[in-house]
């Protein structure tokens, strides 16, 4: 059946300005990551796209490596695009990186400009798409000058194969350095993608940190993984899901179900009932709230593995709203907990 969206598909979600761009991005947008390779059903992942932009989701997020295997969700996404969104092409912004490892050889990955420009037209092909909207570099990498792999992104800009650039898990200073070389280029950076959660909290250190450079720089930021890789749910405050991240070891390790992080997940879990939210919604609205120090985050990025998960999570946007004595409530229990995987070494 073709697919027709809502009528009013934009009154479902507020849209936050990226920066001191021109462009917005959905409070919540979809992440990709999980749950669009070709082990799960293609009819699941397209009931989740559908009902995603019928409630204002606006954008779609990727990666070359996203699967499994790698690969496969771009190219689920391509057919996607090509059977439901095509005609809705000019009101999506679709996303892709490329940083972590794509094919053999000292060329399939980290951030040279052989790499990023080769995996960027390897994603184009397999989205069939002729630009995206926001390409990335996924990770730093020691051992390329900063100089080439932001050329690579201007050049990935100036090709038209790319509206905007991106950057994911830098440091503050890394940040600093990469907007200032994309300024000199000519091709402003956009937006961060940091690991972002109430229990992963890297952006906040440092003086400055990594928002107030953001905000200093002009750049908007998109936090992924802000329920924590599932921890800040309700799902495992009983046990572990036989068909959970923990059990099937996708990016979630069983040690990080202590007792000492299970107790603070409780504790949020009760805050989040007084607030009449889930736990994951207070998570989210958590992660968009107005910062004390920086600037506020543009959107936070979340997956999704069925059509109701996908509507509990975009409720969070009903009630962003916090008062300084539930910042200060949640304070004590949101502390950093040494879960970012991404962190660099």
Same mark, same amino acid.
């Given at each position: 059946m073709t697919f027709e969206a809502a009528g %009013?598909?934009? @009154?479902?979600?507020?849209?936050?300005?990226?920066?001191?761009?021109g462009l917005r991005l959905p409070a919540v947008s979809l992440g990709l990551w999980h749950n669009f390779g070709d082990d799960k059903p293609f009819e699941t992942q397209r009931a989740i796209l559908r009902r995603a932009f019928d409630l204002g989701v606006t954008h779609f997020d990727l990666a070359n490596n996203y699967g499994p295997?790698?690969?496969? +969700?771009? *190219? %689920? !996404?391509?057919?996607?695009?090509? @059977?439901? !969104?095509?005609?809705?092409? #000019? @009101? =999506? /912004? /679709?996303? *892709?990186?490329?940083?972590y490892l794509m094919w053999p050889g000292p060329y399939g990955e980290w951030g040279s400009r052989k790499y990023l420009l &080769?995996? =960027?037209?390897?994603?184009?092909?397999?989205? @069939?798409? #002729?630009?995206?909207?926001?390409f990335y570099s996924h990770r730093p990498d020691p051992q390329t000058p900063l100089e080439? $792999?932001?050329?690579?992104?201007?050049?990935?800009?100036?090709?038209?194969?790319?509206?905007?650039?991106g /950057?994911?898990?830098? $440091?503050?200073?890394? $940040?600093?350095?990469a907007a200032r070389i994309m300024r000199q280029l000519g091709t402003p950076l956009l937006i961060h993608q940091p690991s972002y &959660?109430?229990?992963?909290?890297?952006?906040? #250190?440092?003086?400055? %940190?990594?928002?107030?450079?953001?905000e200093e720089e002009g750049l908007g930021s998109i936090a992924f993984s802000p329920l924590a890789q599932g921890l800040l749910t309700d799902r495992y405050l009983g046990g572990i899901p036989e068909d959970s991240r923990v059990a099937q070891n996708k990016s979630f390790a069983a040690d990080w179900l202590n007792e000492d992080r299970l107790s603070r997940v409780r504790a949020l879990n009760q805050i989040a009932a007084g607030r009449g939210q889930? =736990? +994951?919604?207070? +998570?989210? +609205?958590w992660v968009l709230r107005e910062q004390r120090k920086g600037g506020p985050v543009s959107s936070a990025l979340i997956g999704a593995s069925s059509v109701k998960q996908l509507e509990d999570n975009l409720a969070a946007v009903e009630n962003l709203e916090f008062s300084l004595e539930e910042i200060d409530m949640i304070d004590q229990y949101a502390v950093e907990s040494g879960i970012n995987l991404w962190a660099q070494q």
């Amino acid at each position: 059946m073709t697919f027709e969206a809502a009528g %009013n598909r934009y @009154e479902k979600i507020p849209y936050r300005r990226v920066g001191r761009s021109g462009l917005r991005l959905p409070a919540v947008s979809l992440g990709l990551w999980h749950n669009f390779g070709d082990d799960k059903p293609f009819e699941t992942q397209r009931a989740i796209l559908r009902r995603a932009f019928d409630l204002g989701v606006t954008h779609f997020d990727l990666a070359n490596n996203y699967g499994p295997p790698a690969g496969s +969700a771009e *190219t %689920n !996404f391509g057919r996607h695009m090509r @059977e439901d !969104f095509l005609p809705y092409r #000019d @009101e =999506l /912004i /679709i996303s *892709t990186k490329a940083g972590y490892l794509m094919w053999p050889g000292p060329y399939g990955e980290w951030g040279s400009r052989k790499y990023l420009l &080769s995996s =960027l037209d390897q994603s184009l092909k397999r989205m @069939e798409l #002729d630009y995206v909207d926001i390409f990335y570099s996924h990770r730093p990498d020691p051992q390329t000058p900063l100089e080439e $792999t932001m050329g690579a992104l201007d050049q990935a800009v100036r090709s038209g194969k790319a509206l905007y650039a991106g /950057i994911s898990s830098y $440091t503050p200073e890394q $940040t600093r350095e990469a907007a200032r070389i994309m300024r000199q280029l000519g091709t402003p950076l956009l937006i961060h993608q940091p690991s972002y &959660s109430m229990l992963n909290r890297w952006v906040e #250190d440092g003086s400055p %940190n990594l928002l107030e450079v953001l905000e200093e720089e002009g750049l908007g930021s998109i936090a992924f993984s802000p329920l924590a890789q599932g921890l800040l749910t309700d799902r495992y405050l009983g046990g572990i899901p036989e068909d959970s991240r923990v059990a099937q070891n996708k990016s979630f390790a069983a040690d990080w179900l202590n007792e000492d992080r299970l107790s603070r997940v409780r504790a949020l879990n009760q805050i989040a009932a007084g607030r009449g939210q889930s =736990l +994951a919604q207070l +998570a989210i +609205a958590w992660v968009l709230r107005e910062q004390r120090k920086g600037g506020p985050v543009s959107s936070a990025l979340i997956g999704a593995s069925s059509v109701k998960q996908l509507e509990d999570n975009l409720a969070a946007v009903e009630n962003l709203e916090f008062s300084l004595e539930e910042i200060d409530m949640i304070d004590q229990y949101a502390v950093e907990s040494g879960i970012n995987l991404w962190a660099q070494q």
